[in-house]
């Protein structure tokens, strides 16, 4: 099976993670998590809760909260997280200057540029 193909519905992702529903719920809300939807029902994939298991380690072992863990997530760039390739990694500012998130800089050097960033996946997770 494709480990990025949502199967799994909402309940049976939290039984096989051992939570609650609502907590799937409030990570989605809290934006770590973006299931796939198939009209107002989410689905979740093999990845997603290999993530979901990561998230809540950080949280119960490592004690970071949600906050925390989102501000990790905007010090990675989104070269690195989505797996850019040389080209397009020679081309990004983010992997220039890793001092800020990727979209900040672009922003300041490139405002047109900065238009794609807002396009961008991890973008729009950081920002909700």
């Known amino acids: 099976m494709q480990d990025d193909r949502p199967v799994y519905p909402i309940s049976v992702a939290a039984e096989l993670l051992n ?5 799937l719920r409030l990570y989605e809300k809290r934006g770590l998590i973006s299931p796939k939807r198939r009209g107002n029902k989410r689905f979740f994939s093999n990845n997603d809760l290999h993530w979901i298991r990561c998230v809540r380690e950080m949280i119960h072992e490592k004690g970071l909260n949600i906050v925390g863990i989102k501000r990790l997530l905007c010090l990675l760039p989104c070269w690195q997280i989505k797996g850019c390739t040389e080209k397009e990694r020679k081309e990004c500012s983010a ?10 800089l672009v922003e300041k050097i490139c405002p047109e540029r900065f238009k794609m960033c807002k396009k961008c996946s991890i973008y729009r997770e950081q920002k909700r």
């Open 19 to 23: 939570v609650h529903p609502r907590t």
């Open 95 to 104: 992997y220039q200057d890793k001092t800020e998130p990727c979209w900040e």
